[in-house]
């Protein structure tokens, strides 16, 4: 895993501002029952610490949730929309396979001429974009907006044990711009392991198996977890050893962390996550319970809960994710006063 460090360049990247939005529509574990999932209500919570999830209604879709989370990023941050440089939209739900839904929030939230993309990592995709966001503004488009935003509602098949009852709605977005290099990201690094493709998946709507009559009725447009246990296991092992090589590379410790973010797939992964670190479970953000796993988006909304409710001004925060493809990220943070202050206003941190 190679390690992004932007002091190496002699610059910092710093968040400016974090953000959120969640669909209105709560979706309780007895509401998954009535829809024909094939466990309990408790059982479900037992299994994946998922007590309710958000979901889209009707005429809501992805962009839609980017954009809640940007404009509340930018309003933090005290931003003009056309004063962004740049939009990375990390997603696996767009509205439509084409165009993007960086193109469609790009209009929504009426962005100047800039560049604009998606891009695809599965949960891990809000680190992904995180790392893409930094390289731009290295390179000087600052500031810059990274998104996670997933709506898996859609293509949750209720009636299977394996996936009914892990999946919400959500976006998160981080605003990136300039700053002393002791503040902000001090280092990001990602990998992934293609061999996993098929460990969570949707068979079909892409070009290898397009849409038709026959994949509709088969049911092949919904999340696939074949392997189960071996899933967890690589989510666990994906998150430890990408943490482990990233707090290595940067000459830290666990005990040196003041919070463990990490993406939120199951609260026995999160749970298992904080023993094989050996770290105090005190600083473990959990986030699942009333959410569910957004994908892309659960790491970014955790950490913007977290920013906003227990960070302190020179925490060493570490962001870390894993998912389908095997993709993982980590991203290790120094929380700074400005950001609490926009964050957090009128409260002393």
């Known amino acids: ?35 024909g999932a094939p466990l309990e209500p408790e059982e479900m919570e037992k299994l994946t610490g998922i007590r309710e999830r958000r979901w889209v209604e009707g005429d809501e879709a992805t962009s839609d949730l980017a954009v809640g989370a940007a404009r509340e990023a930018l309003g933090r941050a005290s931003v003009a929309a056309e004063d962004v440089a740049r939009l990375v939209l990390a997603t696996v739900s767009p509205d439509r396979l084409s165009p993007s839904a960086a193109c469609v929030a790009h209009a929504k939230l009426g962005l100047g001429a800039v560049p604009v993309h998606d891009l695809t990592a599965s949960c891990s995709g809000f680190v992904y974009a ?24 859609r293509f949750v098949d209720p009636t299977d044990r ?19 290099p ?3 990201l001090l280092a990001i690094g990602l990998t992934a392991d293609g061999r996993g493709a098929e460990s969570v998946y949707v068979p079909a ?33 994906g998150m430890i050893g990408t943490a482990e090589a990233l707090l290595e590379a940067t000459q830290t410790r666990w005990e040196d962390l003041a919070l463990v973010v990490p993406h939120q797939p199951n609260r026995r992964i999160l749970d298992r996550l904080a023993r094989l670190g050996d ?13 569910g796993n957004m994908s892309a988006a659960s790491v970014g909304v955790a950490l913007d809960r977290a920013l906003r409710e227990r960070a302190r001004v020179g925490d060493l925060v570490l962001v870390v994710a894993a998912g389908a493809g095997y993709t ?10 400005a950001l609490l202050a926009a964050l957090r206003p009128g409260d002393a941190p």
């Open 279 to 291: 770290f105090d479970a005190d600083k473990l953000v959990v986030d699942i319970e009333d959410k």
């Open 205 to 237: 709507g892409g070009s290898r198996e397009p849409a038709s009559a026959e994949t509709v009725e088969a049911g092949r447009h919904t999340i696939r977890m074949a392997e189960g246990p071996r899933v967890y296991l690589e989510a666990v092992e």
């Open 328 to 337: 993982a990220g980590a991203a290790l943070l120094r929380v700074d006063a």
């Open 130 to 153: 995180l790392d893409a966001a930094a390289r731009a503004v290295l390179t000087g488009d600052a500031p810059t907006l990274a998104i996670g935003a997933d709506v898996r509602s």
């Open 162 to 180: 394996a996936t009914c009852a892990l999946f919400g709605d959500g976006a998160a977005a981080a605003l990136l711009g300039e700053g002393p």
């Open 182 to 184: 002791d503040e902000g």
């Open 1 to 35: 895993m190679r390690v992004l460090r932007p002091a190496a360049f002699g610059r910092g990247v710093r968040l400016l501002a974090t953000g959120a939005a969640l669909p209105a529509r709560v979706v309780t574990n007895a509401d998954l029952v009535a829809l």
